[in-house]
């Protein structure tokens, strides 16, 4: 079945800074991409779904990259203030469904003053 | 608008005690359920997931089960509780399984 490795696991960057997590998945038919912010004590929310078409993508305050040759979805958060600190999940389908999500273990980001 | 709530927000809990976790949805008629559970240091795993009252099915066998008695109630359950048992329990639904899932609060289980 399909696997997804999430680095790092821990991460602390100073504010302003970029702050960079990525995921490898191993199913070639893996379709749908998600990346997910968990703030302490709250749901985990999301933050985009990623279609495989598009290897690029803008959110506010972020990109998220695709490459399905190396299947890597990486998340760069740019420019990061104290709201960023959270846990970071990916999460990767084959469907779209959420009946068939594998996520990620976790980063956990520490944005320092 | 859409509510999920998740009781108890953590449980201490001895080994071999039962165990009951609870998941309401209010807002939304015959929704999909799901139980996803995280082992510290580890990632989530969908354990079940629910189309329809009555109706649970079983992804990953960890000695627990489910139930959805109510269209807006997921329960997960076991009669003994196992050390490994111990993590972080979210419930969650989705409209469809092609649509996003919503996820809850979660529940902070320590297994001692």
């Known amino acids: 079945g399909e696997q997804v490795e999430q680095r790092p696991p821990h991460l602390s960057v100073r504010e302003g800074d970029s702050a960079f997590i990525t995921c490898t998945y191993t199913?070639?038919?893996?379709?749908?991409f998600f990346w997910y912010k968990q703030e302490p004590g709250a749901s985990l929310q999301l933050l985009m779904k990623v279609f495989s078409s598009t290897e690029i993508n803008e959110g506010q305050g972020f990109t998220v990259l695709l490459n399905k040759k190396d299947k890597r979805l990486s998340l760069n958060l740019t420019a990061a203030h104290p709201g960023d600190s959270a846990a970071y999940f990916c999460?990767?389908?084959?469907?779209?469904?959420?009946?068939?999500?594998?996520f990620g273990k976790g980063t956990q980001l520490i944005i320092q003053p | 608008a859409q509510t999920i709530h998740q009781w108890p927000v953590a449980e201490i809990k001895a080994v071999g005690s039962p165990l009951s976790l609870g998941c309401t949805i209010k807002g939304k008629s015959s929704p999909n359920l799901y139980w996803y559970w995280q082992a510290t240091g580890g990632t989530l795993q969908q354990l079940f997931y629910?189309?329809?009252?009555?109706?649970v099915e079983s992804v990953v066998q960890l000695n627990l089960s489910a139930s959805r008695p109510k269209d807006d109630q997921f329960i997960l359950s076991t009669e003994k509780l196992l050390l490994s048992h111990s993590g972080f329990y979210l419930c969650?639904?989705?409209?469809?399984?092609?649509?996003?899932?919503?996820f809850g609060k979660g529940t902070r289980l320590t297994v001692v």
């Open positions: 969650a639904w989705s409209l469809t399984t092609n649509t996003e899932v919503f």
């Open positions: 199913d070639p038919n893996s379709y749908y």
């Open positions: 629910s189309i329809t009252v009555g109706q």
């Open positions: 999460a990767v389908s084959d469907t779209g469904g959420a009946d068939r999500l594998t």
